[in-house]
Every structure is written in structure tokens, then in C-alpha cells.
């Protein structure tokens, strides 16, 4: 079963595509109170009423993390910490604070892939989602980087 | 602010007090910059040419920023196909 807790790069990343419907083929998904807040200060995506999730605020252990970090990313690796649940972040800096810490850490690229070994995209459409993210998305990835990546992918049988 | 591609040319020229035709010579140099990095790093990646040749190529800060992506990228494919 895979718990996990978002941070608001892979809404926002998975919404510019339309495919923030795959968030759902984690089977827990949890949304610390301070994401949905960074959300609401631009607009919620109204992809996101169409997938279940748990609104959250972060503990005590909040104040206590990486100042470098924006206040949700910090929830968000506050709350895959007390949970035991897996950070979805799009951010370099908030995935090296995640896995010194123990915490598994993913971002928009591994939901992509999740949802087509879940069936729920053929790997065709799984590639041309992980281009759309590097060509389409305000997410800063290298396109070598992502080229690669879907080599992995096609390697797989 | 300005949405199409020469609009946006007019308005960058008039902001900067300078010639469109200076705009454009501008713009076409730093595409060719961004598409030659894109090359070098993926020669890099692709194992094509060594991590020295790539830092002298394009700078170690880039360098690094593309290893820490491809880390990123490559456990996001392995968890992905492995959850």
C-alpha cells in the first residue's frame, strides 16, 4: 500500500498536462493544510476535486526542518515523516532533505510511471506525458535528463 | 505584457531603448547557447563525452544540477515501475 503526502509541485506540474487524475493511483493520498493553502493563493486545480484525499496539518516537528525549504514542502516532509509516507515533491532541494532523512521521496515523473505499470496508461502515453512535462510544465528538468529516463522506461518489458 | 512571439519583441526593443533587429540577434544566441548545453548534456549522460569535458563545456553547476536530475528521474522510474 503506498501512503503518500504531496507537496504542491506535482499538483501543479500533473495539472498543466491534465494528468493530475494519475495522484490517484497512490492508495493514500495526503495534502498538508499549508499545500492546499499555497494552492488557494493561485487557483485549486479543479482537477483535484475529482481525487481523494486527506487534508492535514503538519506537527510539532514542523518548526523544526530545513529552513531552505518553502513552508510546504517543510508540512509536507514533516508529515511523510510522522507518517511513514512517501514525499511527492518536484524539488531537488526537498528530495536531498527527504532521503537524508530516511524518507522515500518522488516526484510527478514517478507518478507517470506508477500509473502506466497500474494500467492506467499505456507507455505510449506514459512517454508523451513524461516529454509534456519537460516541454509543457513550469517544471525545470533537463530534456537529456528526461530522454533518459524514458530509455529506462522502453527497456522495461 | 505582451503574449505573441513579436509583441514581445516590440515591447522587450522599446523597454530596452534598442533596435528589434538587436532583439532578435540577442534571442537567436541565446537559443543556440541553451541547445548547445542540451547537447553537451546529453553527450554527458549518454556517456559520450567524460564528466571533465562536459564541466569544462558547460560549467560544474550545470553539470551537478543535471546528475542530481537524472538521480531524481532514474528512482522515480525504478519506483514507479517497482511499487
Known sequence: MIVAVADAGPIIHLDEIDALRHLSVVDILLIPQTVYEELEAGTIPPALADTEYDLLEAGEKCQERNADLDPGETAALTIADERNATLLTDDLDARNVAQNADIEVHGSIGIIVLAFSRNELSRSEAIEQMRSLQTETSLFVTEAVVEQGIELLEEEP | ?83
Open chain 2, 1 to 83: 505584457m505582451a503574449v505573441d512571439l513579436t509583441e514581445r519583441v516590440q515591447e522587450i526593443s522599446n523597454a530596452r531603448e534598442v533596435p528589434e533587429s538587436e532583439i532578435l540577434e540577442q534571442a537567436l544566441e541565446r537559443g543556440v547557447e541553451d541547445l548547445w548545453i542540451e547537447l553537451v548534456l546529453s553527450r554527458y549522460l549518454n556517456d559520450e563525452i567524460d564528466r571533465e569535458e562536459a564541466i569544462e563545456l558547460v560549467g560544474r553547476d550545470r553539470v551537478k544540477r543535471t546528475e542530481r536530475e537524472a538521480q531524481a528521474v532514474e528512482s522515480d522510474v525504478h519506483w514507479g515501475l517497482n511499487a
